[in-house]
């Protein structure tokens, strides 16, 4: 049995450090690891990637995360990320992270991705160089995710982004900005693997649930559509752990 | 600046509770209802929802504005789901 804490979208600043501790405290009763769906901050300064490391760090079970368009904002993703990892919390950025627990390896592979939109009214590599870009900009990402999904050895499989790859999971939020809320080839990369769960975040007006076309279970773990420190999904198990009540 | 028509001062204000150094949210919702303007959605904590309150009036001195964000909540879960 693997037990998985998510949660996305905490955008923590000074502001926010101790309104999840207590919760974190208790995680590692009910779970193995926390992934955390991206932005992290709120403006993804150095400061708020410390804030972030104070609230999330120092954890009894491995904290892995992706970066989220908050964390890009002031163009400082690189430092970000390496405040992090000074804090022991593993970034994945078209990379993967295997994980022995009890036994069982998890494979993560994580990306942050980007927009597009999915099928039926999705954006094409066409036109302008911006339009180009913007689509190559996911193309790119979505390569990175699959090749790193494809290659972990493991015997769970989870995909981790910020933005999301299908649209089930974003009901809720207007139509007209599913576009820019997540994209099909992140979807596509997902199903080219043997993936056992997509978690992703960003649509903080988003639906919960949802399925690739391949099958796959996604969760939308942003945190206002969970409201609660994080969610817990249980991978290769029979049996529910006591004290937590199976749904 | 606040006779802007609706749909230019709802985009007006969206851009600055997203793009405003001290706020960053884009998860709020904006409704007219009458004469006031209802923010809706949920933060981080409360120094976050009263400064989207402050930067709406500092911007737009003569809207009524009715605050009901919420801060979202941060307990910890009761339940688990199996994947399968």
Same mark, same amino acid.
């Given at each position: 049995?693997?037990?998985?804490?998510?949660?996305?979208?905490?955008?923590?600043?000074?502001?926010?450090?101790?309104?999840?501790?207590?919760?974190?405290?208790? @995680?590692?009763?009910?779970?193995?690891?926390?992934?955390?769906?991206?932005?992290?901050?709120? &403006?993804?300064?150095?400061?708020?990637?410390?804030?972030?490391?104070?609230?999330?760090?120092? @954890?009894?079970?491995?904290?892995?995360?992706?970066?989220?368009?908050?964390? &890009?904002?002031?163009?400082?993703?690189?430092?970000?990320?390496?405040? @992090?990892?000074?804090?022991?919390?593993?970034?994945?950025?078209?990379?993967?992270?295997?994980?022995? @627990?009890?036994? &069982?390896?998890?494979?993560?592979?994580?990306v942050k991705g980007f927009g597009g939109g999915f099928a039926g009214a999705c954006a094409s590599a066409f036109g302008e160089r911006e339009m180009k870009s913007f689509v190559g900009t996911t193309e790119q990402a979505a390569d990175k995710l699959g090749a790193a999904l494809r290659t972990t050895e493991c015997d769970a499989l989870v995909a981790l982004t910020h933005y999301a790859p299908v649209p089930e999971t974003l009901a809720g939020e207007p139509l007209e900005i599913y576009p820019f809320l997540g994209s099909y080839l992140l979807g596509q990369a997902i199903d080219s693997a043997p993936t056992a769960l997509a978690l992703h975040g960003h649509a903080h007006h988003g639906s919960e649930r949802g399925r690739t076309a391949g099958g796959v279970p996604v969760r939308n773990v942003a945190h206002p559509v969970i409201r609660q420190a994080y969610n817990v999904y249980q991978l290769l198990s029979q049996d529910v752990e006591a004290g937590l009540v199976g749904v | 600046m606040n006779s802007l028509p609706d749909d230019y001062l709802e985009a007006a204000i969206q851009r600055l509770l997203t793009e405003d150094g001290t706020v960053a949210e884009q998860g709020i919702t904006i409704h007219s209802r009458e004469l006031v303007l209802v923010l809706g959605g949920e933060v981080e904590s409360a120094r976050r929802r009263d400064e989207i309150c402050r930067q709406i009036t500092a911007h737009f001195p003569d809207l009524e504005i009715t605050c009901d964000i919420g801060i979202t909540r941060a307990q910890a879960p009761g339940e688990v789901e199996e994947i399968s």
């Amino acid at each position: 049995m693997i037990r998985i804490a998510a949660v996305g979208d905490v955008h923590v600043d000074a502001d926010v450090v101790g309104r999840y501790r207590p919760a974190l405290e208790q @995680l590692s009763d009910v779970a193995d690891v926390l992934l955390v769906a991206g932005d992290l901050t709120r &403006h993804g300064t150095v400061a708020e990637a410390g804030s972030f490391a104070t609230e999330f760090g120092g @954890l009894e079970v491995p904290v892995v995360v992706v970066l989220g368009n908050h964390d &890009h904002q002031s163009d400082q993703q690189a430092e970000v990320a390496g405040v @992090l990892a000074d804090a022991g919390i593993t970034v994945l950025e078209g990379t993967s992270v295997v994980l022995d @627990l009890h036994g &069982h390896r998890l494979g993560v592979a994580g990306v942050k991705g980007f927009g597009g939109g999915f099928a039926g009214a999705c954006a094409s590599a066409f036109g302008e160089r911006e339009m180009k870009s913007f689509v190559g900009t996911t193309e790119q990402a979505a390569d990175k995710l699959g090749a790193a999904l494809r290659t972990t050895e493991c015997d769970a499989l989870v995909a981790l982004t910020h933005y999301a790859p299908v649209p089930e999971t974003l009901a809720g939020e207007p139509l007209e900005i599913y576009p820019f809320l997540g994209s099909y080839l992140l979807g596509q990369a997902i199903d080219s693997a043997p993936t056992a769960l997509a978690l992703h975040g960003h649509a903080h007006h988003g639906s919960e649930r949802g399925r690739t076309a391949g099958g796959v279970p996604v969760r939308n773990v942003a945190h206002p559509v969970i409201r609660q420190a994080y969610n817990v999904y249980q991978l290769l198990s029979q049996d529910v752990e006591a004290g937590l009540v199976g749904v | 600046m606040n006779s802007l028509p609706d749909d230019y001062l709802e985009a007006a204000i969206q851009r600055l509770l997203t793009e405003d150094g001290t706020v960053a949210e884009q998860g709020i919702t904006i409704h007219s209802r009458e004469l006031v303007l209802v923010l809706g959605g949920e933060v981080e904590s409360a120094r976050r929802r009263d400064e989207i309150c402050r930067q709406i009036t500092a911007h737009f001195p003569d809207l009524e504005i009715t605050c009901d964000i919420g801060i979202t909540r941060a307990q910890a879960p009761g339940e688990v789901e199996e994947i399968s």
